[in-house]
Antibody
Framework: QITLKESGPTLVRPTQTLTLTCTFS??????????VGWVRQPPGKALEWIAL???????RYSPSLESRLTITKDTSKNQVVLTMTNMDPVDKGTYYC????????????WGQGTLVTVSS | NFMLTQPHSVSESPGKTVTISCTRS????????VHWYQQRPGSGPTTVIH?????PSGVPDRFSGSIDSSSNSASLTISGLRTEDEADYYC?????????FGGGTKLTVL
């Protein structure tokens, strides 16, 4: 059974850095083709892809957010960490992590999401 | 960068068939797989179609996907509509290493 779960702060202050952790089970980065990505969703709005990390440690970022993002993985812990700097109230939303199949470029399993609010 | 454009909302009656479109702004629709996700209120997304027309196990065959090169668009068709199909639906595709989601379509089954 494949599961993913996001964890991190529910509230961050403007200009602070957000750090989110995705802990997963049922698959491993030792498998070729596996990736884990982050997707966010502002309240009442559409999904937006943020970042991806692949089994071979290749990393990809949304062009609109790239300067603020870092994604890393810990293969032994089955975890992926996303950091986003200089948080702003417009960054409020639910942040999802999801397993990514690099062979067909889609997110096949999703976490439940974690709501992040940016407010002073 | 390209965009995927979906209708904001569609509605149809139970038992009927509905089609949701997803139009790619640049780049050939046939060159990159299109995937579809369902998001029910208060829940995370789940995949209903991947690889243009492949259904994951557990997704009923009432759901089907297709692409149309002439209109540079993809479509999700749901037949035999049920009330539980009421949800938001998102298409997703990519270019190089940029993943893009459509703006989402709210399906109302009334």
């Amino acid at each position: 059974q494949i599961t993913l779960k996001e964890s991190g702060p529910t509230l961050v202050r403007p200009t602070q850095t957000l750090t989110l952790t995705c802990t997963f089970s049922g698959f491993s980065f030792t498998t070729s083709g596996v990736g884990v990505g982050w997707v966010r969703q502002p309240p009442g709005k559409a999904l937006e892809w943020i970042a991806l990390i692949y089994w071979n440690d290749d990393k990809r970022y949304s062009p609109s957010l790239e300067s603020r993002l870092t994604i890393t993985k810990d293969t032994s812990k089955n975890q992926v960490v996303l950091t986003m700097t200089n948080m702003d109230p417009v960054d409020k939303g639910t942040y999802y992590c999801a397993r990514f199949s690099s062979w067909t470029n889609f997110f096949d399993y999703w976490g439940q999401g974690t709501l992040v609010t940016v407010s002073s | 960068n390209f965009m995927l454009t979906q209708p904001h909302s569609v509605s149809e009656s139970p038992g009927k068939t509905v089609t949701i479109s997803c139009t790619r702004s640049s780049g050939s629709i046939g060159s990159y797989f299109v995937h579809w996700y369902q998001q029910r209120p208060g829940s995370g997304p789940t995949t209903v179609i991947h690889g243009n027309n492949q259904r994951p196990s557990g997704v009923p065959d009432r759901f089907s996907g297709s692409i149309d090169s002439s209109s540079n668009s993809a479509s999700l068709t749901i037949s035999g509509l049920r009330t539980e199909d009421e949800a938001d639906y998102y298409c997703q595709s990519y270019e190089l290493n940029n993943q893009v989601f459509g703006g989402g379509t709210k399906l109302t089954v009334l």
